[in-house]
């Protein structure tokens, strides 16, 4: 009777309550647990995905820029004699059709000035005010207690920005102060002492204390018997997409100057973009291909299958990539037919660069000839930018994985509940159970008990 009470209770049947609640607790916790993990993982995918997308998006554009912007893909000037003439290129340029003769007769002076030797820069030197004028242009220079010395006056007039350079060169027995102002006849200067400085300060007056050294002066060259000047000898603004630097006065001394296309490096260019393309066309794919938000990224991959014909240029008959031979696959990659490429080189070089290197000039710019790279970097502008393609995505997966910790961590709460709820089900059980043991165990003594008085 006893023993049936005791085995219907499961009392005795070694029950191992906490790997009980354990059991239960990861019965319920797990499935929850690992399909929110799944859920993280697959949107983490996603998430790599897209930067990688975004990332080579990024590379493709900048290096294309970068290529551009550094002129690897510009004709190359020539120079008969870079001794008396440097030349660059910059946009614009036109191998084809430019080719010059110049004539450097004067290069740009910038005036100088120097004081007699002090012996002492530190040694006071007046105070006072002086007047330092450039192109017009007055500035105040003031010495006091402060700066009172060869020094002083340097770093005032530096400090002054009126475009004068001040500074001191040692000299035999003591030191000079040289003045330097910028180049150009427009450009020369003149310091002089106001009234009521100190003497002392009208050593280093250029109306009588100071030395001229030279004046100032400009550059003066022709191109093609045309005259010019200039009050650098940096020349910007004369030949379109080209920077001359003037070396040497050679008056008399005609200098070739003239262009070379880099027909190889347009070549390797269009090799390397329909590479280049073809890697981001393929990470491209593999994010918008995954289930979720990532679809939206073929958004993205139809506006760049759409550079193929997109006008870049305005050339009447080579102005889109599929002019020189780049054409679109059945799987959407690009391939080039070289031998169009070269036909298009042939026919007209001009053309073709600009594709790449598009010109800048008053009839050229970025909405008539936006070029390869500037209609690139839109399409990557729009896609990353507020909305754009990329920035939807990513907003949408960023999104969701705060909402999948969100939920993992609702879930372990949840289950850290249930398992105390298990804990104290359980606990109150085995309490329970232990009282029925001790009243087993009263009942048993008292059995035996009356069961001895029985026998007596």
């Known amino acids: 009777m006893v023993n049936s009470i005791a085995n219907s209770l499961g009392f005795g049947s070694g029950i191992d309550i906490p790997k009980l609640v354990d059991d239960l607790s990861n019965a319920s916790r797990q499935p929850k647990i690992a399909r929110l993990t799944e859920l993280t993982q697959a949107n983490q995918t996603r998430i790599s995905a897209v930067a990688k997308a975004r990332a080579d998006l990024d590379g493709f554009a900048d290096s294309l820029s970068q290529m551009i912007g550094d002129g690897t893909l510009r004709s190359t000037p020539t120079v008969s004699d870079d001794s008396v003439l440097g030349a660059t290129s910059r946009a614009g340029l036109s191998a084809d059709s430019f080719a010059a003769t110049v004539v450097v007769n004067q290069l740009a002076r910038a005036q100088t000035n120097f004081s007699g030797v002090v012996a002492d820069r530190t040694a006071a030197i007046g105070t006072g005010t002086m007047t330092l004028t450039v192109g017009g242009v007055a500035k105040t220079i003031t010495i006091d207690g402060t700066n009172n010395n060869l020094d002083g006056l340097a770093d005032a007039i530096n400090a002054?920005?009126?475009?004068?350079?001040?500074?001191?060169?040692?000299?035999?027995?003591g030191h000079r102060l040289i003045l330097k102002g910028p180049t150009g006849e427009a450009n020369g200067f003149t310091l002089v002492a106001d009234a009521g400085a100190d003497p002392g300060l009208a050593s280093f007056a250029t109306d009588g204390g100071m030395t001229l050294g030279q004046s100032a002066a400009d550059a003066e060259f022709t191109i093609d018997g045309i005259a010019f000047n200039r009050a650098t000898n940096i020349v910007d603004d004369v030949v379109p997409g080209m920077s001359l630097t003037l070396k040497k006065a050679a008056p008399g001394q005609p200098v070739d100057?003239?262009?070379?296309?880099?027909?190889?490096?347009?070549?390797?260019?269009?090799?390397?973009?329909?590479?280049?393309?073809?890697?981001?066309?393929?990470?491209?794919?593999?994010?918008s291909n995954l289930p979720g938000a990532t679809t939206s990224l073929r958004e993205l991959e139809r506006d760049l299958g759409?550079?193929?014909?997109?006008?870049?240029?305005?050339h009447g008959s080579i102005n889109q990539l599929s002019d020189i031979g780049i054409s679109v696959t059945k799987e959407g990659l690009l391939s080039v037919d070289n031998a169009r490429l070269d036909k298009a080189l042939e026919t007209d070089a001009g053309a073709v660069e600009a594709l790449f290197n598009p010109r800048r000039d008053a009839t050229h710019n970025e909405t008539t000839d936006p070029g390869i790279a500037f209609a690139l970097d839109a399409i990557r502008d729009r896609a990353v930018g507020a909305?754009?393609?990329?920035?939807?995505?990513?907003?949408?997966l960023e999104t969701r994985?705060?909402?999948?910790?969100?939920?993992?961590?609702?879930?372990?709460?949840?289950?850290?509940?249930?398992?105390?709820?298990?804990?104290?089900?359980?606990?109150?059980?085995?309490?329970?159970?232990?009282?029925?043991?001790?009243?087993?165990?009263?009942?048993?003594?008292?059995?035996?008990?009356?069961?001895?008085?029985?026998?007596?």
């Open 387 to 396: 909305n754009g393609a990329i920035d939807r995505v990513s907003r949408s």
């Open 257 to 287: 100057i003239g262009a070379n296309r880099p027909l190889d490096m347009i070549k390797q260019t269009v090799g390397d973009f329909v590479a280049v393309y073809n890697q981001l066309k393929a990470s491209l794919t593999a994010a």
């Open 401 to 456: 994985q705060r909402t999948l910790a969100e939920q993992l961590a609702k879930v372990e709460e949840r289950e850290d509940a249930y398992r105390t709820r298990l804990e104290k089900q359980y606990g109150a059980l085995e309490a329970r159970l232990a009282a029925f043991k001790a009243t087993q165990t009263y009942l048993e003594q008292q059995i035996k008990l009356w069961t001895n008085q029985g026998n007596d």
């Open 306 to 314: 759409g550079l193929i014909h997109q006008v870049i240029s305005s």
């Open 160 to 173: 002054s920005a009126a475009g004068v350079t001040a500074s001191i060169i040692a000299d035999e027995g």
